[in-house]
């Protein structure tokens, strides 16, 4: 489908793009890489009557290491996560979920603050940041806000954003010695969202005991769902067989899906345990190394 008109107006700033929305009020939409806002235009289940584009407002795309955080930019692109070296070398769960992303065209303009900031719980970067445990960091017209992930997302599409505010940058904990994390999900087809998609990420001590330990899942709910039983069997023990298999099963259970075209809620249950066991043997090997 074709979307419904709309007028469309550039930021070149920040504070270019406050003032648009502060004049245009809640009939304007931000718009960065255009790849989650744009197909629900297309399928009328959004219909903003202006677009403000972000998307060149400068020093806004970056990733580095800075203090104890790992600190990313949100107008970062996709394929900037991908080529990264910091992030091959020490943080490859972005590598796994990136290579799981649509396809290259998307990638190439597809930002990381818009795939978090659209609430979306089918996106896959979601779930990173919740099995990261990372802080959202935003600006709008009154000033600069830090919201810890676990307060970001509030429902279906809503997040903790107020009218106006823009996602500026990402900040992750510094990866530490014997850490790991893994990323997967099912689709139907290359490029799909997931029918269903867990990222772990998990902080061992030096005798193996879990220290840490985060597990997001995607789109298993109406919004990005932690697993925060299946943490609670992990956190503070050595991570056992036994356990990885008492967590896969919490995953089923707990998680909170919907038949649709992409599977049974049986089927998804099912996937989810496999995926939740796999993923957290694939981030204990990472730790390990």
Known sequence: MIPANFNYHKASSLQEAFALSAELG???KYMSGGHSL??????????PEHIIDISKIEGLSYIKEDGDFLK???????TELEHNAILKSKYPIFGDAVWLTADPSVRNFGTI???????DAANDQPALMLALRATIIAEGADGK???PIDEFFHGFYMTALEPGDILTEIQ????????GGAYHKVERKVGDYATAGVAVHIELDDDGVCQEIGIGLTNVSAVPM???????VLRGKKVTDELIEQVGVIAGEDAEPESDLRGSEAY???ILNTITKRMLNKALERARQ
Not at 72 to 78: E, F, P, S, V
Not at 172 to 179: A, E, F, Q, T
């Open 72 to 78: 990313i930019g949100a107008l970062t692109t996709q």
């Open 145 to 147: 806000k830090t919201i």
């Open 268 to 270: 998804k249950r099912s």
């Open 113 to 119: 603050g818009g795939n978090i900031a659209h609430g």
């Open 226 to 232: 932690r697993l925060e039983r299946g943490e609670e």
């Open 172 to 179: 992750i904990p510094k990866s530490k010695k014997n850490s």
């Open 38 to 47: 744009l197909p629900m235009m297309k399928l009328r289940f959004a219909t």
């Open 26 to 28: 809640e009939e304007a």
